[in-house]
């Protein structure tokens, strides 16, 4: 019955992505890795393609991409704002900057946009300590930030 609600387009893609790794367990993080780059997350009908052919039980298939932070269940905006809350970041402000990012989007981290440009993530450490506070939309990194320059960051991107 579970299959009926599989997208059929979906599932066509998923298995072309299959059929490039052997059929064996130890593909799941390649797997799952392309599935993220396509789709920008990993929706459940894919999980349940995964599921089936690499012959993988949901729960493991969740727990695995549930505990890497590269992997996500639900879809980002077009630009993912990304505030590290590590300490060196913590300590120079950055919860000034996950508040404002917050106010001027309308949104709680971990939530989209109503329109889908914008997604709101806490994240540990960026790996820019010593650009402390640091906020990433996408994979472009800001250091040294200000509320100021926050805003004038994401005006860009609200008027692109």
């Known amino acids: 019955m579970e299959e009926k609600c599989v997208d059929q387009k979906l599932k066509k893609e998923v298995k072309e992505i299959l059929e490039k790794y052997p059929k064996e367990k130890d593909q799941l993080i390649m797997v799952l890795n392309e599935v993220q780059e396509k789709y920008g997350y990993i929706p459940k009908q894919a999980q349940m393609v995964i599921s089936e052919h690499l012959n993988i039980p949901m729960a493991e298939i969740y727990g695995v991409v549930t505990f890497y932070s590269r992997f996500t269940l639900a879809p980002k905006g077009k630009y993912n704002v990304s505030i590290c809350l590590g300490t060196a970041c913590y300590v120079k402000g950055s919860q ?53 320059e926050f805003d004038a960051v994401i005006d860009k991107y609200m008027e692109g």
């Open 96 to 148: 000034k900057l996950l508040d404002r990012a917050k106010e001027k989007l309308g949104i709680e981290a971990g939530q989209v946009t109503p329109d889908g440009k914008f997604s709101i993530d806490e994240v540990r450490c960026v790996g820019a300590c010593g650009l402390a506070p640091v906020f990433m939309v996408n994979d472009e990194v800001y250091g040294n930030a200000t509320v100021k």
